[in-house]
């Protein structure tokens, strides 16, 4: 069904290949994985196996016919796809209209257009998200919309990039077993993941580059009540509209020294949370409060990294928010450079590449950088471990540890196990809204 040989391509803007030689078949109902470390090629390699983007060398066939941006129509119409950031993919103005949209443009009747979305809706968990506004939803959910808008076309070629990235464990548990059934059915999936679980689901796995050894870490000791920071206290969720948590009675959270990690569903509240923290927002539902006036004000990398990078280079946007609040330049880009050179993105190299061209694991990476290294009462980090490689995530842990030496952090993740490795105080915001756990140390 799928054949590419030799296939050498770079994302737009970029002279050296960072897909180079890669060549694989793809039978009908087969899975394939493609794994590998942050800007080496992943998604680089999936558009061009989608039909997005032209390949420098080599060819791609799909169905025995020449795949590329120029290709017909016709043989585009079998393939769908999922782009790594959901929201750049959101269109319509509810779910229920977002994942009947690609069907409308393949001409699908209208009621074959509501089988689908009930079907799809079904079947992902969506029922209670077909009125809502898609981008209301949380970036777990999003996925979800999109993965089932994508199915609902009845692609014969599925092409996924991270679609689990943002999922909760019954999420993702629920999206691969229903993947997993399609492709029973016939369904050819590339699926791109740094997920176990996800490259388990499969029949086979890609590897673009061998793992880098990373060194071992040492988690701080325990933080004790005296050294809380600042509490939430969340009020139980009303019907308002707009950011909420969704708690069915009040919780309070301490946000002590070291690591805080907030896990739990797609859509329970966590980024409300942190925003909360961070002083973004202030929803009447939670009230903010401090130990002692913060000297610093509180400073948030954001789940989806685009939202906050502005600046062409690395090295400008690296250091904007440290340099914005009192550091010296050159102090702020020396320790960005050593943080980089930490993370094994190559330290001065990677200060000089422009933003746009980082693949999307370097751009959170550099969101996550930016805020580390900016004075700050809090740093509130947003799922930054997303579609990160396991080599550097384990390298961030080293420099987040090196960051609670200095002063509290809020992480929002759905890794419990890299909040383990911090040695991180959990506190899991339950899908209605119950707290699990504010005393417990992880082991």
């Given amino acids: 069904m799928l054949v590419a040989r030799d296939v050498w391509a770079a994302p737009p803007?970029?002279?050296?290949?960072?897909?180079?030689?890669?060549?694989?078949?793809?039978?009908?109902?087969?899975?394939?994985t493609i794994e590998g470390p942050n800007g080496g090629g992943k998604t680089t390699l999936a558009l061009v196996l989608a039909g997005l983007r032209p390949a420098r060398r080599g060819t791609v066939e799909f169905d025995g016919e020449t795949l590329g941006p120029g290709a017909p129509a016709v043989l585009r119409e079998g393939i769908a796809v999922v782009l790594q950031e959901p929201a750049s993919q959101l269109l319509q103005p509810t779910v229920a209209e977002e994942i009947a949209f690609g069907g409308r443009n393949l001409g699908r009747p209208p009621e074959a257009l509501a089988a689908a979305v009930t079907t799809w809706a079904r079947r992902l968990g969506l029922e209670a998200d077909l009125g809502r506004d898609p981008r209301a939803l949380s970036a777990g959910r999003?996925?979800?919309v999109i993965l089932a808008g994508a199915l609902a076309c009845g692609p014969r070629l599925l092409v996924a990039d991270e679609p689990g990235a943002h999922l909760d464990q019954e999420s993702r548990r629920r999206a691969l077993e229903v993947v997993g059934e399609e492709v029973g059915r016939g369904l050819a999936v590339v699926w791109v993941t740094q997920?176990?679980?996800e490259r388990a689901a499969s029949h086979r796995t890609l590897c673009l580059s061998d793992p880098e050894p990373v060194p071992a870490l040492r988690a701080p000791p325990a933080a004790g009540a005296a050294d809380r920071a600042l509490t939430l206290r969340v009020a139980p969720r009303s019907k308002d509209e707009g950011p909420r948590v969704a708690n069915a009675r009040p919780l309070e959270i301490a946000v002590c020294a070291g690591v805080t990690g907030l896990t739990g569903r797609n859509g329970s509240g966590k980024s409300v949370l942190l925003r909360a923290a961070a002083g973004i927002e202030s929803p009447p539902q939670i009230e903010v409060t401090w130990e002692r006036p913060p000297a610093r004000a509180p400073i948030m990398a954001s789940q989806f990294p685009e939202e906050q990078l502005f600046e062409e280079l690395v090295r400008d946007e690296a250091v904007y928010a440290a340099v914005s609040r009192g550091k010296v330049r050159q102090e702020a880009q020396a320790e960005a450079e050593r943080c980089f050179e930490r993370l094994g993105l190559g330290g001065s190299d990677f200060l000089g590449r422009r933003v746009w061209d980082l693949s999307a694991g370097e751009k959170r990476l550099l969101g996550v950088v930016g805020a580390l290294i900016a004075p700050a009462a809090l740093v509130a980090l947003d799922e930054p471990t997303a579609g990160l490689d396991p080599g550097r995530r384990k390298r961030l842990a080293g420099l987040v540890l090196e960051r609670a030496a200095r002063g509290p952090l809020l992480v929002a993740s759905q890794d419990r196990a890299w909040l383990s490795s911090l040695g991180a105080l959990l506190v899991e915001v339950e899908s209605h809204g119950e707290l699990a756990s504010n005393?417990?140390?992880?082991?």
Wanted: glycine share 10%; net charge negative.
């Fill in 13 to 32: 803007g970029v002279a050296e290949p960072v897909v180079r030689g890669a060549s694989l078949t793809l039978a009908r109902g087969e899975w394939l």
């Fill in 142 to 144: 999003q996925q979800l």
């Fill in 195 to 197: 997920d176990d679980s």
């Fill in 439 to 443: 005393s417990k140390k992880t082991d």
